[in-house]
Antibody, heavy 118, light 112 residues
Framework: QVTLKESGPGILQPSQTLSLTCSFS??????????VGWIRQSSGKGLEWLAN???????YYNPSLKNRLTISKDTSNNQAFLKITNMDTADTATYYC??????????WGQGVMVTVSS | DVVLTQTPVAQPVTLGDQASISCRSS???????????LEWYLQKPGQSPQLLIY???NRFSGVPDRFIGSGSGSDFTLKISRVEPEDLGVYYC?????????FGAGTKLELK
């Protein structure tokens, strides 16, 4: 079955770079039509789409984060990654990765909480 | 960016009632390939979002038939007939037709 799990540092300081890993099983990111996306949710707030990476290495980003995002993948090890530079307290959130099989996010990870604090 | 406006913000219901949530887009969600990538997700308290509906009206695997998605262009609706306790939570519409992809602000389905 399809599973995804996010991992990250938990807490970091303002201006640092956040590195998140999405480890998944049950599918391959080299399969046509597959995609892993990152979505975040600040405490008590709504969902914000961040980025997608597709099987063919196409990448799409939310421009509201002003070029701070980098998404990548390691197909051999079934992982996807998201880096966010210059973290701020406003970036404190739960970060989710999800599998997009061309037309929908059918499977989501449990989410990882990231706190930005000095 | 495409703005998705969900109404109401909160929907108080009695179990067994029907509920209806609207999602209006600031522009048409019809893709150049003819598909409309409008999805509905439910986030139950303390859980990750889960997919209910994709491409406007297609129920995801295992989603009960009391969830019905409809609409076209820029006007979409999710109807839940006979609300059950496990249906409570926050519902989000999401569009993947245009970049950047965007979510609506959410509609909380709660007990009266």
């Amino acid at each position: 079955q399809v599973t995804l799990k996010e991992s990250g540092p938990g807490i970091l300081q303002p201006s640092q770079t956040l590195s998140l890993t999405c480890s998944f099983s049950g599918f391959s990111l080299s399969t046509y039509g597959m995609c892993v996306g990152w979505i975040r949710q600040s405490s008590g707030k709504g969902l914000e789409w961040l980025a997608n990476i597709w099987w063919n290495d196409d990448k799409y980003y939310n421009p509201s984060l002003k070029n701070r995002l980098t998404i990548s993948k390691d197909t051999s090890n079934n992982q996807a990654f998201l880096k966010i530079t210059n973290m701020d307290t406003a970036d404190t959130a739960t970060y989710y990765c999800a599998r997009r099989a061309y037309t929908y996010y059918g499977f989501w990870g449990q989410g990882v909480m990231v706190t930005v604090s000095s | 960016d495409v703005v998705l406006t969900q109404t109401p913000v909160a929907q108080p219901v009695t179990l067994g009632d029907q509920a209806s949530i609207s999602c209006r887009s600031s522009q048409s969600l019809v893709h150049s390939n003819g598909n409309t990538y409008l999805e509905w997700y439910l986030q139950k308290p303390g859980q990750s979002p889960q997919l209910l509906i994709y491409k406007v009206s297609n129920r995801f695997s295992g989603v009960p038939d009391r969830f019905i998605g409809s609409g076209s262009g820029s006007d979409f609706t999710l109807k839940i007939s006979r609300v059950e306790p496990e249906d409570l939570g926050v519902y989000y519409c999401f569009q993947a037709t245009h970049d950047p992809n965007t979510f609506g602000a959410g509609t909380k389905l709660e007990l009266k």
